[in-house]
């Protein structure tokens, strides 16, 4: 199969964009850079707040922004595009609209990989921004497979929201609270699984106790751009 070119539409946020771009190398199988896929990678970091602009209900301030990203690297040739980050998606069916390019639906993605693994009925937890909660993204995924979404209470979504802007702020995380909210929602809320649904999440190292638990959507992004690009995703080492 030849390789296809991906473009990346990223800077929401850089950090996140970066260890996309890390992930995607780690989990190419590659003996020579020849093996790894092409990719244009737009760091757009001065795209409007997607949360802000969700709850604001200012969406075409966004889509105005992101459609120059999108023709521009439709010009460059791009036969997929990738956009490592959840709330955006949001807008998915309008920016697919803009272009001819296949937008790799992330949301999608995530919960046929999390159907596929715990089946029809599945408690799914999510840990996201605000916006991409409110949004009900996930909730429309989690129904499309017949599975629940279970949202945090006020009190966890505040601190999953502190911690998502430290993150993109660079302060110190205390990761511990993101580590004990995975913990209630399995083990107290009896979630079969919980999705780290904002890319800031996808920075953090968690322990090796919530891991198995997580399925983190900016991972499946990867495998499927490295998929659809012609390339070769790693297996997981046992």
């Known amino acids: 199969m030849g390789k296809k070119s ?3 539409i990223g800077g929401m946020g850089p950090m996140a964009t970066s260890v996309f771009f890390e992930k995607v190398i780690e989990n190419t199988v590659a003996g020579a850079d020849q093996d790894h896929i092409n990719m244009i990678i ?3 970091a001065t795209l409007p707040d997607r949360t802000s602009v969700i709850l604001n209900k200012e969406e075409d301030t966004f889509l105005h922004a992101v459609e120059k990203d999108i023709k521009l690297l439709e010009s460059a040739g791009v036969a997929n595009i990738a956009i490592p980050c ?4 949001y807008f998915y069916d309008k920016m697919q609209e803009m272009t001819g390019v296949n937008i790799i639906h992330m949301i999608d993605e995530t919960c046929k990989a999390i159907h596929q693994s715990y089946g029809d009925q599945s408690k799914v937890g999510i840990l996201a921004t605000n916006g991409t909660v409110s949004s009900g993204i996930y909730e429309k995924g989690c129904n499309a497979y017949n599975m ?4 945090p209470n006020k009190v966890y979504q505040d ?3 502190n911690t998502i802007y430290n993150v993109k702020s660079d302060l110190d995380i205390d990761v511990n609270v993101i580590e004990q909210i995975i913990t ?5 809320e ?7 649904a904002c890319t800031e999440l996808s920075c953090l190292k968690l322990n090796d106790e919530v891991t198995p638990y997580c399925v983190d959507a900016m991972d499946i992004l990867v495998e499927r751009s490295i998929e659809y690009s012609g390339g ?3 297996k997981e080492k046992n």
């Open 42 to 44: 737009l760091n757009h």
């Open 159 to 161: 601190q999953i929201m």
């Open 184 to 188: 209630d929602l399995i083990h107290n």
């Open 6 to 8: 991906l473009g990346v």
């Open 86 to 89: 959840n709330t955006s998606h």
């Open 148 to 151: 629940q979404l279970y949202k």
């Open 232 to 234: 070769i995703v790693k």
């Open 190 to 196: 009896g979630c079969s699984c919980v999705i780290l």
